[in-house]
């Protein structure tokens, strides 16, 4: 059974088909969505929709999660990082641009490792929106390294944690280039942004266990 199977879960809002479940030997609570395409069902890990809260954190906030599922919210790099670790993941990125257009991608053989500065690695893009540009592939540090999880207090000596303060959220930054996307970004400015995509009015990132 994975996290959204249990019965007990309950809708996060009136009139919503996203639930909050409950494992039932960790007592760790996440909120599922089964509207993503029939029969499959996705961990949302983040959400921003009003840019209530404030994704400008130092990374103990980041590493335990702060908002809330009914709002905007950041999961936290610990539960992330422990649901991935049993099975095989996908991560899913949605978001809508100023006009309202949404757009999704979609990758594979997805890892977040605590041991490596909550470094994220991804597989393949396994589906993506019609002419949306995969800017994780365009850096070959993505394509065979990843990247570790950046804040503005990270005790780094690269430009990384100045990509964290100028961009206003913690995000996978590269050593050389900040990040082609950042959902973490300042709430509908240039710096919440999908490769040229920028002041992005929604976000909201998923996982799904495939094995």
């Keep these: 059974m994975t996290?959204?199977?249990?019965?007990?879960g309950v809708p996060d809002k009136p009139g919503t088909a996203k639930f909050i479940a409950q494992d039932r030997l960790s007592g760790l609570q996440v909120l599922c969505d089964p509207t993503v395409e029939?029969?499959?069902?996705?961990?949302v890990i983040q959400r921003r929709v009003d840019g209530e809260t404030?994704?400008?954190?130092?990374?103990?906030?980041?590493?335990?999660g702060f908002g809330d599922f009914k709002e905007d919210f950041w999961f936290g790099l610990d539960k992330i990082s422990q649901v991935l670790s049993k099975g095989v993941w996908q991560m899913r990125f949605e978001f809508k641009d100023r006009h309202g257009k949404a757009f999704f991608s979609v990758y594979d053989n997805v890892q977040v490792d605590e041991?490596?500065?909550?470094?994220?690695t991804l597989g393949a893009a396994k589906a993506k929106s019609d002419g949306l540009y995969d800017?994780?592939?365009?850096?070959?540090?993505?394509?065979?390294e990843g990247a570790p999880f950046v804040t503005r207090d990270s005790q780094l000596t690269d430009i990384r944690p100045t990509c964290a303060r100028v961009f206003?959220?913690?995000w996978w930054y590269l050593y050389d280039s900040c990040a082609e996307e950042n959902l973490n970004g300042?709430?509908?400015?240039?710096?919440?942004?999908?490769f040229k995509r920028n002041h992005l009015t929604y976000s909201e990132i998923k996982i799904r266990k495939v094995a």
């Design 135 to 144: 800017s994780f592939r365009k850096n070959d540090q993505w394509k065979y």
């Design 38 to 43: 029939s029969g499959q069902t996705w961990i």
């Design 115 to 120: 041991r490596d500065g909550y470094k994220l």
């Design 54 to 64: 404030s994704f400008d954190r130092n990374m103990d906030d980041y590493k335990n």
């Design 186 to 194: 300042s709430f509908r400015t240039r710096y919440m942004h999908w």
């Design 3 to 8: 996290y959204c199977d249990y019965a007990d």
């Design 168 to 170: 206003g959220g913690g």
